[in-house]
């Protein structure tokens, strides 16, 4: 059965460091999403594209969060510099175009550590 | 705007008891709803899932019907298993365009032999 892979799945750093984060996404699935699921919430939009497009990015922080997918297919999420708040469960999906009822395959997810 | 509320957890249930998850949503129209299950160490996994009202969503035993004249989705099961011991999810979407999912805060469930 095909999966969205994530790398890495822990990850463990200091506070004002960089840390990245990768999706790649089922085979032909256009649309990619990143959610943050803080422990004890619930996931939460940071980003979506569209094949190499952002379509909604409205609850990405800006001044430290950074995402692409530059040939519409993989995707990387960057935070620059980590804070302690940023600690949290990091949740790549992705959706084929034209999918009844919004179907999302979930990877297994990056779990980032800010000490 | 829109939002998903669940039940308080922990949930704790002995083994082959019935399980309900309450979840009630706040939305403009007709949105789809959804239940996702995440054991541990995994990603979120699609339960099942009904996208217009009266419709009923069923997978592994589990059933949840939309009930849009109480904003509801409440999950259930007849006879849980240690299996099921997981946090439910319960979400929405408004828009089959974008495929935007929003969740509700989970609710864990520990099921006891």
Known sequence: EAEVAQSPRYKITEKSQAVAFWCDPISGHATLYWYRQILGQGPELLVQFQDESVVDDSQLPKDRFSAERLKGVDSTLKIQPAELGDSAMYLCASRIQGAGANVLTFGAGSRLTVL | ?113
Not at chain 2, 64 to 86: C, I, N, P, W
């Open chain 2, 1 to 113: 705007g829109d939002s998903v509320t669940q039940m308080e957890g922990p949930v704790t249930l002995s083994e082959e008891a019935f399980l309900t998850i309450n979840c009630t949503y706040t939305a403009t129209g007709y949105p789809s709803l959804f239940w996702y299950v995440q054991y541990p160490g995994e990603g979120l996994q699609l339960l099942l899932k009904a996208t217009k009202a009266d419709d009923k969503g069923s997978n592994k035993g589990f059933e949840a019907t939309y009930r849009k004249e109480t904003t509801s989705f409440h999950l259930e099961k007849g006879s849980v298993q240690v299996s099921d011991s997981a946090v439910y999810f319960c979400a929405l979407s408004r828009s089959s365009n974008t495929g935007k999912l929003i969740f509700g805060q989970g609710t864990t469930l520990q099921v006891k032999p």
